[in-house]
């Protein structure tokens, strides 16, 4: 990398531009960006973090490799920058290296999901599945990595095979093959807002794909893009509620979501309302009437998990 004067505001301005490529999907630019960024300022770790991750995204590894060893010369500690780089080297094939670098990174925060799904990777390439098992778990315990639980969930089915839980292993991949079928329901979704915008119906559909699979915070922005594009959508306003009252935190957002299910029900009697209802009810400790909506909703709702598994909860079934 050629000497520049250092500057370091000039810098980070373009590590933030880089950070926005990245979040975009356009890798070359956020290449372009970091580069630029550690050489105006070559004491900042973060530059070569994001330029290796980037240059790796794009199957550039020695460049990357070059990057992340630079940053973890200036920050020997920082678990970004470990991470970055046992995984490349894991990539590489470099598996002992990367082990003891994605440990190290593990032990310094061991709450980032990704890193921890890496670790269990070297471990079982390394022939210790039994190990990776209790890491695995703990990431699906603590839903770290809400946009990748069949992946996890995979590796965690491999793993308690290869060590000898046949029985854990068949329920697992069961899991993980609803979850990589609600996926594939997900990207289908997401190709018809892609063809058509400003289309309702298609937001409706990414909203209950999303929501099918888990993924409320989504869900919830897909339903409102839907109620704005047709504000008397009873199914969107129902599928906006009860993603509000699974995700509500406290008494004051239950009370939000329950109005909001309730303006919902005014539009049109909906699985998705009657079913934030039942939910709503069940956190507050009204068993009778959490079963009396769910069983309801049950009764509305054509094949859809999401809601079966919340009235299985409550003893109902079809």
């Known amino acids: 990398m050629e000497p520049a004067r250092r500057d370091p505001g000039r810098a980070a301005a373009l590590a933030r531009e880089g950070e926005e490529a990245r979040r975009l999907g356009d890798l070359d630019r956020a290449r372009e960006r970091f580069r630029e960024a550690a050489r105006l300022d070559p004491e900042a770790a973060g530059h070569f973090v ?14 990357a490799l070059e990057a992340l060893e630079r940053a973890r010369s200036l920050a020997a500690k920082d678990p970004r920058a470990l991470y970055e780089l046992g995984e490349t080297l894991r990539l590489l094939g470099r598996t002992k290296e990367s082990h003891e670098i994605l440990d190290e990174a593990f032990r310094l925060d061991p709450t980032k999901g990704a890193l921890a799904y890496s670790l269990a990777l070297s471990l079982a390439d390394l022939g210790r599945p039994a190990e990776a098992v209790p ?35 068949r329920a697992e991949r069961a899991r993980f093959s609803r979850i990589a079928l609600l996926e594939a329901e997900v990207r289908k979704a997401a190709t018809l807002v892609e063809a058509d915008p400003e289309g309702a119906s298609a937001h409706l559909a990414l909203a209950a794909a999303l929501r099918r699979a888990g ?16 504000a008397r959508n009873a199914r969107a306003a129902g599928g906006a509620a009860l993603c509000r009252a699974l995700l509500a935190p406290g008494p004051e957002a239950l009370a939000e979501a329950e109005a909001q299910a309730r303006g919902a029900l005014a539009l049109g009697e909906t699985a998705e309302a009657r079913a934030a209802l039942g939910s709503i009810a069940g956190r507050r400790g009204d068993l009778s009437a959490s079963r009396e909506h769910l069983a309801r909703a049950l009764s509305l709702a054509a094949e859809d998990p999401h809601i079966e598994d919340l009235a299985g909860k409550a003893g109902l079934s079809r």
């Open 50 to 63: 994001g330029w290796g991750a980037a240059a790796r995204a794009l199957d550039r590894f020695p460049e």
């Open 135 to 169: 890491i695995l778990k703990d990431v699906l315990r603590r839903a770290a990595v809400p946009d990748a639980e069949a992946p996890v969930r995979f590796l965690l089915s491999r793993c308690l095979e290869d060590s000898g839980q046949a029985g854990e292993a």
């Open 215 to 230: 993924r409320l915070p989504e869900a919830h922005e897909s339903y409102l893009a839907c109620a704005r594009l047709d």
